[in-house]
């Protein structure tokens, strides 16, 4: 079966284990993606980590960095060439590249399937609210990262297939549990972007009032880093924590192991909250605690295996950590809980396979079973 997946998040190298998988499943796959992907954090140049088994090509962007208005000149021609069956529309329904993409799938007959992670229903001023509806009407299928993603997409009108299923897994064997714990001061960790709605400000405020040795490292960059970093001279702890910057995607897996919490303390906005959390699945698969915010999609990545506090709440935040640092066995248990909840929903593998069975019913025009996810 030939696929053609259009995707700018496949610049990122530990996104592409998932398309090797897919190709192990006896799919001819192509993956088109831009040589850059610019958002705040800087300019993510193409990685070119895991390709084994399929093509990776990037074609021209016109508008990098523009989340609704970017869009590929060339795309036309590269489907016209390839001739898919299917075209994996790794892309938001009201984006101009989902609608160019689309609009191309059903000149060459090919069917079309595209992915949201949005949870909140939002309205769109036209064109993007016309392209929108152009895009449900016509799509085949689509893929949401989460149920409440799943919700929105019916809420606003789209009746055909969905299969609820995260955008990437974890590589198993990128992100592992260290053998043992290095000699090292309790460590607090937080690794994303440096935006205020991940809330990296309350986790600083939280921390003044942590007792004993402890340290704290920032991996990621963003708009609101120099803000932090003077909050943290302010507070007084500019000697317990590390800036460490933005890394290539594949330094991420040696990070964690430097790391004994993860804390991801997102605030829900009147725009957005927190669509996934990927971070969380990549400290649980590196047997490091989890402790994160009741923001969107983060009780249900997180289950039983972390600790989850009220969103803003700073006092609740200080405890969570306090908790984890100075019991040793919680942080063991809930290290261990999220190995095995990273392994039995979050794997390469175990996507790849659901995202394969959507592309095998679109083929065969059966209608997905009652529960997707």
Known sequence: MRVLMLSKACVVGIYQPKLEAIARQGIDLKVLTPPSWKDERGEQILERAHT?????????????GSFHFHHYPTLGRELREFRPLIVHIDEEPYNLATWQALYHARRIGAKALFFTWQNIKRTYPPPFSWAESWVYRKA????????????????KGYISPISTIPQFGTDSALFQPPSERPDRPFTIGYIGRIVPAKGVDLLLRALTALDGDWRLRLVGGGPALNEMRRLAGALGMTDRVAFVGQLPSTELPTQYRKIDVLVLPSLTQDNWKEQFGRVLVEAMASGVAVIGSDSGAIPGVIGDAG?????????????????????AALRSDLAGRGRERFLSRFTNDSIASATVAVYRRLMERQPPPANAG
């Open 140 to 155: 085949d299928y689509a893929l949401a990262g989460t149920d409440d993603a799943a919700d929105v997409l019916r809420a």
């Open 52 to 64: 084994t088994g399929y093509q990776l090509q990037s074609i021209p962007i016109r508008f990098n």
């Open 307 to 327: 600790l989850i506090v009220p969103e803003g709440d700073v006092v609740a935040l200080t405890r969570a950590i306090r908790d984890i640092k100075d019991r």
